[in-house]
């Protein structure tokens, strides 16, 4: 039997909050899940060995992967550069070495997501042509398919083109990885109109304006959840601040409806006929089914998952790197930034 | 019967979705609730007049009130600078003179936002000492008190002492028209520790950090929902992101958890019988109980509605600007816009 071309994973098995059960558990059903997939399992070795089979990772599946030793975890007590000194040997810093050394074509970590910034961006490094590398939100919509929005973390006071360049990076990312087809593209602004917005987002919006994308032109507040957009292009600043509170949102309300419920003997009793609706209903909101955010514009493929991501959505993520390695969304990057590059000279040109 | 301190207001009758019915409904629950409410009633005399007794303004109450002639309506096809020459006898325009010339303490209206924002700038005026007047949004809170996010809309690119200026507007205004005691004010960025932030937002924290009042610090993303701040400042670019994807992030969850409750027929069943537990946790959301927004920092009084207000939301808009003129939340502005100029003066000293 001829070996299939394997994508190579490094998974941070140390990261999240369930500990390293959860992170095994998705390793097995991604294992089961992707006969082309080979992974990385980058932590404690004498926490992962005598965990596997209990998790599901014997015969087949165990000879797709190997344990990757690293000493240390970042935790969430620590600065996110703690990787650059005291944590050389933290599973997070291992995983991004065996990106950059090309064991693996990606890494996945649901653990200190600034400490996987930082090891994406300083380990890895940027991919040529990319200013600045940015962190992408999948969130989920409630009309059936996501939207992208980005970028939510890295990069605070950003000039136009970074903005152009999220957009370009978010097109590729919901075409190839999320199956998007021809996804329509917006920059975050407080009208529809293009005279709307800030002198930064007016440029970004005339950079993009020639590009070869569906491009929407300036995107509001609400597009994030009720219309049309697949990706949604912002300062890092406002990203990180409409994603912390939309989570904050989302779950006040769904758990401020649990309680309510909860409260009296109706509610109750209507609440258990409704559970199963309801789940069905949540699931809708589950950021799990994609896996994570991942890290654009960096030399290899970078997931950054949920710390409270469970075995699904470990899986979900890996299935997400694995996808951009076999599409090669960082070639169709650079194609992008190349192009991008090519008008404004042109532009300035004129 | 010595006549009481009649606090004076300019209510816009022909703004609203729901036209002047909905409107004078609100007016007569406020002037059943509050003896010292004065009402100028602006619009159309012949579509307010034989509205009048239908919506219960009669007798005493009918007494508490005098209709301001105003011949046209903005409507949401105009500009908002609209109000500044073809529609200079509007009901918003008209409205905020009434305001200018003396005759009114305050203004409410629940018709064009943009044209009610230019109205109460221009015709109004801003008050000395503010830089920039800030429109401000009452969140619901799922845990009782609401918290004040400005500038949600007037100002893009501001600056530093801009948006210190606009937290101490939101103090003056949740402590004297919410009636929140010492309210604790914070600056939207993107993590807790001071350093976090943008260079804009870090100076706005130096400019707070000595004002009398309850300061917090930089507030996160999650803040607006699930922690303890009262007040959050922000520039009006991200204040409007905000508010308008929280809006419909919110809709869209009550809205499809509807949807999905319909789509089967345990959820049905169920349904009904959670229904008045439900409309209970719905009502926690209502913006309608605080009324609208107001618009801080100008001469006088000005509160900017929901143009889906029911009368209880234009009822609540009323009390607003009653509370703000008998509080003299202006006074008490101008106090506080002195303090921080005293301070940053000082500060430049040293």
Same mark, same amino acid.
């Given at each position: 039997?001829?070996?299939? @071309? ?19 558990? =998705? ?7 992707m ?14 060995? @005598?965990?596997?089979? /209990? !998790? ?10 190997? +344990? ?23 599973s ?32 890895? =490094?940027?991919?040529? =042509?990319? *200013? ?25 006071? !950003? ?10 990076? =978010? ?8 199956g ?10 407080v ?24 491009f ?11 219309? *049309?957009?697949?990706?949604?292009? !912002? ?7 409409v994603?912390?509170?939309?989570e904050?949102?989302?779950?006040? +309300? ?19 006929l ?10 809708k ?9 991942p ?5 290899? +493929? ?13 899986s ?22 190349l /192009? ?5 000279r ?5």
């Amino acid at each position: 039997m001829e070996a299939p @071309p394997y994508y190579r994973i490094a998974l941070d098995v140390m990261g999240g909050d369930h500990g390293p059960g959860a992170t095994l558990d =998705g390793a097995a059903l991604a294992l089961s899940a992707m006969p082309d997939l080979y992974l990385l399992l980058v932590g404690d070795r004498a926490k992962i060995e @005598p965990r596997l089979a /209990r !998790c599901g990772i014997q015969g087949e599946l165990l000879a797709r992967t190997k +344990i990757v030793q690293a000493a240390s975890v970042v935790t969430m007590d620590d600065k996110a550069t703690a990787i650059i000194k005291e944590k050389r040997d933290s599973s997070i810093r291992v995983a991004a070495e065996c990106v950059r050394g090309g064991d693996a074509h990606g890494m996945v970590s649901m653990g200190h997501t600034g400490a996987a910034m930082v090891a994406s961006m300083k380990v890895i =490094g940027t991919l040529p =042509g990319v *200013d600045r590398p940015c962190l992408a939100a999948i969130f989920p919509s409630l009309r059936g398919t996501p939207t992208v929005l980005l970028d939510v973390g890295a990069n605070v006071n !950003c000039k136009p083109e970074h903005i152009a360049q999220f957009a370009l990076m =978010g097109d590729v990312y919901a075409e190839e990885v999320l199956g998007v087809k021809n996804p329509k593209i917006g920059v975050l602004s407080v009208g529809e109109e293009d005279g709307k917005g800030s002198k930064i987002t007016r440029q970004a919006l005339d950079f993009l304006r020639n590009q070869d994308i569906h491009f929407g032109g300036n995107a509001e507040g609400r597009d994030l959840w009720d219309r *049309d957009f697949d990706v949604i292009a !912002c300062d890092g600043f406002i990203g990180n601040v409409v994603l912390k509170s939309s989570e904050a949102l989302a779950e006040g +309300i769904l758990h401020g409806l649990k309680d309510t419920l909860k409260s009296n003997f109706l509610g109750r009793l209507g609440g258990l006929l409704v559970r199963s609706t309801l789940r069905k209903f949540y699931k809708k909101l589950d950021y799990a089914e994609y896996g994570g955010a991942p890290l654009l514009g960096v030399k290899g +493929i970078s997931i950054i998952g949920h710390g409270r991501s469970t075995g699904r959505a470990v899986s979900a993520a890996i299935r997400a790197a694995v996808r951009g390695a076999k599409n090669n969304i960082n070639g169709r990057i650079q194609e992008r930034m190349l /192009r991008l590059l090519q008008a404004s000279r042109e532009h300035e040109a004129v």
